[in-house]
């Protein structure tokens, strides 16, 4: 079973900055396998990015995706105030899907 | 546009069953390349995969509950459900039905119901 681990746990910042979260996997992964949502207290999850780059419908484009192999990238290049939640990487091999364990972004 | 609704007991006894259900109504639940899944998360914690089920009834546990879970498929209510045995306090959480798409060789949930606690205690 495919291990994944987000770093850091939690991310302090202020509004207009930029964030950087990591997931990395305990073997190598193909991307289109790398998915990352958003989750506000009291709320589902929300789909972000799928295939490691692609973002789902309606996200905004200060969202991106990157990475391969083992270790993947969330950036948020501008902080709103809206996105101070926590974040899940999950990875699909076929048939299990996994979730990492979150990366809380708080404010400064 | 497509929704999910969790609906079940919110407190089940140490040592019973828990049993939720999954209405899916704005879509097909007979999709091909859709795969309905259970997620659930202990307060205060991580998301966590319980099992997923493709229309056809084909199904997909996580190893390490697979042998208290069962996830089955009623196409003609348009509902999926869950059921985990012999529950502890360390099965109390949100679960969250969801959606599974499959691209390519990925796979992601892009959409999920509001989520239901379901406490175990005496």
């Known amino acids: 079973e495919i291990v994944l681990t987000q770093s850091p746990g939690t991310l302090s910042l202020s509004p207009g900055e930029r964030a950087t979260l990591s997931c990395r996997a305990s073997?190598?992964?193909?991307?289109?396998?790398l998915a990352w949502y958003q989750q506000k207290p009291g709320q589902a999850p929300r789909l972000l990015i799928y295939?490691?780059?692609t973002r789902a419908t309606g996200i905004p484009d200060r969202f991106s995706g990157s990475g391969s192999g083992t270790d993947f990238t969330l950036t948020i290049s501008r902080l709103e105030p809206e996105d101070f939640a926590v974040y899940y990487c999950?990875?699909?091999?076929?048939?299990?899907?996994?979730f990492g364990q979150g990366t809380k972004v708080e404010f400064k | 546009h497509l929704q999910l609704q969790e609906s079940g007991p919110g407190l089940v006894k140490p040592s019973e069953t828990l049993s939720l259900t999954c209405s899916v109504s704005?879509?097909?639940?007979?999709?091909?390349?859709?795969?309905w899944g259970w997620i659930r998360q202990p307060p205060g914690k991580g998301l966590e995969w319980i099992g997923s089920?493709?229309?056809?009834?084909?199904?997909y546990y996580k190893p390490s509950l697979q042998s208290r879970v069962t996830v089955s498929v009623d196409t003609s209510k348009s509902q999926f459900s869950l059921r985990l045995n012999s529950v502890t306090a360390a099965d109390t959480a949100v679960y969250y039905c969801?959606?599974?798409?499959?691209?390519?060789?990925?796979?992601?949930?892009?959409?999920w119901g509001q989520g239901t606690l379901v406490t175990v205690s005496s």
């Open positions: 969801a959606r599974g798409i499959r691209v390519s060789s990925g796979g992601h949930f892009d959409y």
């Open positions: 073997q190598t992964v193909t991307s289109s396998t």
């Open positions: 999950q990875q699909f091999a076929s048939p299990s899907w996994t």
């Open positions: 089920i493709y229309y056809l009834g084909t199904t």
């Open positions: 295939g490691a780059s």
């Open positions: 704005g879509g097909s639940i007979s999709n091909t390349g859709d795969y």
